[in-house]
């Protein structure tokens, strides 16, 4: 039994072989099917993917510029440093005297570790 994904991988594969020979055909016919049409197939089989190309490029920087744009600067590490401290100096004295005990402690050893 074929999963969905080894089902959608074979559809792209098949769907990509069959394109890029058709292209390679159409790239490299000698004949000329559109001449009556005024333009040439060899031409638009360059230009389409180029132009494709280039424009997928620009939207992919597009998007990069758009979202450093639109997204706020980080933090200063000297504010980050200031608040850890200062949260350490609001714990209760209390806190820090258990905290203190319980890393005085010898650790307990496990029963098959003896």
């Excluded at 292209?23 to 099917?33: A, I, K, N, Q």
């Excluded at 180029?50 to 744009?69: D, K, S, Y």
């Amino acid at each position: 039994m074929v999963s969905k994904d080894q089902t959608i991988g074979g559809t792209i594969f098949a769907i990509c072989l069959i394109v890029g020979v058709l292209y390679t055909v159409g790239l490299f016919y000698f004949g000329e099917p559109f001449v009556g049409a005024g333009w040439h197939l060899e031409f638009w089989l360059i230009a389409i993917p180029v132009f494709l190309a280039f424009i997928a490029i620009m939207a992919i920087g597009a998007w990069i510029g758009w979202t450093m744009a639109t997204t706020p600067p980080p933090k200063p590490i000297e504010e980050i440093t200031s608040e850890i401290e200062e949260k350490k100096e609001e714990k209760p004295a209390e806190e820090a005297v258990t905290e203190a005990e319980e890393e005085k402690k010898p650790e307990r050893k496990k029963k098959s570790e003896k």
